[in-house]
């Protein structure tokens, strides 16, 4: 039965026509810092146009916009102020800083998704003649992704108990990106061990990370192909494959996750942080907005379920596959090799 009302009404339809508003004016705020001169300094436009080096008019119908959906408050003498949101998530220079995504959207995404209909027609990913090899496009946002996956990671190290560990835990961190998912384990005990595997240019950026949070010491890194570079058999008790099993579709995900398996030790668990939809594929709206991003930007990639990635996982070998809650937009997989 349909649950569409007897009189539909076309405001949400004019609502999203606007959709893409709100993340470039954000962007376009970030790339001011307009929060940041904001952060215990209410100003007027005027003032923050002169703070930044922006026209007064720009600033003004930007801010008022700003207000509009929340993320500014405005007092009665026009003065404009962080809300508890932006001043948590839009400063730059705060580690929760949420607003990198929002600069690959702008400069990244949306270009691509502009050719959504070829896309769709042709069933091929919207490459430019001079588009970077991927490993130069991950390396220029995956910094900005870490205060995204930090809570969840942080969530895996206490429910995986390494606070507790006695001896080295290895930890595979397979096209490990900032490094967020094996960092947060290594910050909980000292016995962590980690072996980072990514493409050079961004092996960098996960090296960097680590030194930031005091952690380089324990970490080493395996530069190439995630589905080439050589891996010690049976010799870790801890791999991570944090959003990536999207980018690869449904054949390569298999080969990568028995290439996990055999990396493990007897009794090693796998961690898998993916955007899960629900077995019909009816929602929830995210995973099934990231399948569309995958479908423009790469040949075989798309979101599963979680019921698709545990079957893979118990025909490869692994047992017990589980949902583990933490605070993302999905909770975690995690399964084990048997003893």
Same mark, same amino acid.
């Given at each position: 039965?349909?649950?569409q009302?007897? #009189? ?11 959709g ?13 810092k ?12 005027l ?16 801010? #008022? ?11 009665a ?19 929760s ?14 270009p691509?998704?502009s ?12 490459? *430019? ?9 991950f390396?220029?946002f995956v ?16 429910a995986? +108990? ?33 072996t980072?595997v ?9 090296? +960097?990370?680590?030194q930031?949070? #005091?952690?380089a ?26 959003q ?9 995900s298999? +080969? ?23 077995? #019909? ?11 569309v ?5 790469? *040949? ?5 379920t ?19 809650p ?7 997989i ?6």
């Amino acid at each position: 039965m349909s649950t569409q009302p007897s #009189n539909p009404s076309p405001q949400r339809i004019h609502e999203m026509t606007w959709g893409f508003a709100a993340p470039l004016m954000l962007q376009t705020a970030i790339e001011l810092k307009l929060f940041d001169r904001l952060e215990g300094h209410p100003q007027t436009a005027l003032e923050l146009s002169k703070q930044v080096g922006a026209s007064e008019r720009g600033v003004r119908i930007l801010c #008022n916009a700003l207000v509009s959906i929340g993320f500014l408050t405005k007092t009665a003498a026009g003065r404009l102020e962080l809300t508890p949101e932006s001043a948590a998530f839009l400063v730059t220079t705060k580690p929760s800083f949420q607003g990198g995504l929002l600069r690959h959207i702008g400069h990244q995404l949306l270009p691509k998704w502009s050719r959504l209909t070829q896309v769709v027609r042709n069933g091929k990913p919207a490459r *430019d003649a001079d588009q970077k090899h991927d490993a130069e496009f991950f390396a220029a946002f995956v910094e900005d992704l870490f205060p995204f996956g930090y809570p969840a990671a942080r969530a895996l190290a206490e429910a995986l +108990k390494v606070a507790d560990a006695k001896q080295p835990v290895q930890v595979l961190d397979i096209a490990a990106g900032s490094g967020v998912w094996s960092i947060a384990l290594a910050e909980k005990s000292p016995q962590v061990r980690i072996t980072a595997v990514d493409w050079p240019p961004v092996a960098a950026v996960t090296r +960097k990370v680590a030194q930031q949070h #005091n952690v380089a010491d324990r970490l080493r890194t395996i530069e190439g192909d995630m589905h080439q570079v050589p891996l010690e058999p049976n010799h870790y008790h801890i791999a991570t494959l944090g959003q990536i099993l999207h980018g690869e579709g449904i054949e390569d995900s298999k +080969k990568l996750l028995k290439r996990v398996f055999d990396a493990l030790a007897p009794g090693g668990t796998i961690a898998i942080a993916e955007f899960l939809a629900d077995d #019909n594929r009816t929602g929830p709206p995210m995973p099934l907005l990231f399948a569309v991003n995958m479908l423009v930007n790469t *040949d075989q990639g798309d979101t599963f379920t979680f019921k698709e990635i545990s079957n893979w996982l118990t025909d490869i070998g692994y047992t017990l596959p589980r949902l583990l809650p933490v605070p993302a937009v999905s909770p975690m997989i995690l399964a084990d090799k048997p003893m």
